[in-house]
């Protein structure tokens, strides 16, 4: 699997990241922060919820900047979810159970 240095897109083939398309990319090793979801506010504490039960390691990070929230001081609306690359299989299947299709939409 081809890992984005960038963004930290998992992906088996090709020249550039198919999510942020720059040609930052390398194998994927296993120490690897892999982002498997992208999720709104609401929806994410449901996420974090399977996945721990689920027993899988991850971080959560904010698509705008906590600085850009604490001015403004509205609620984030994406929270991007990282596994590291060895739950990232197990990750993206119950992904899958949960949001079928969801994960093509980033993959365009
Ligand atoms: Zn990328």
New binding site residues.
């Given amino acids: 699997m081809l890992y984005?240095?960038?963004?930290?897109?998992v992906f088996s083939t090709g020249t550039s990241?198919?999510?942020?398309?720059?040609r930052?990319?390398r194998q994927v090793q296993d120490s690897d922060l892999c982002f498997f979801t992208e999720q709104t506010s609401v929806m994410s504490s449901v996420v974090e919820d399977i996945l721990k039960q689920n027993g899988l390691r991850f971080v959560t990070r904010p698509v705008y900047g906590a600085a850009i929230s604490a001015v403004t001081g509205t609620v984030l609306e994406s929270i991007r979810f990282y596994t590291p690359a060895k739950y990232y299989a197990t990750a993206c299947e119950l992904m899958d159970t949960m949001f079928p299709n969801a994960l093509e939409e980033y993959m365009d």
């Fill in positions: 984005c240095v960038s963004c930290h897109a990241c198919p999510l942020c398309h720059k930052n990319i």
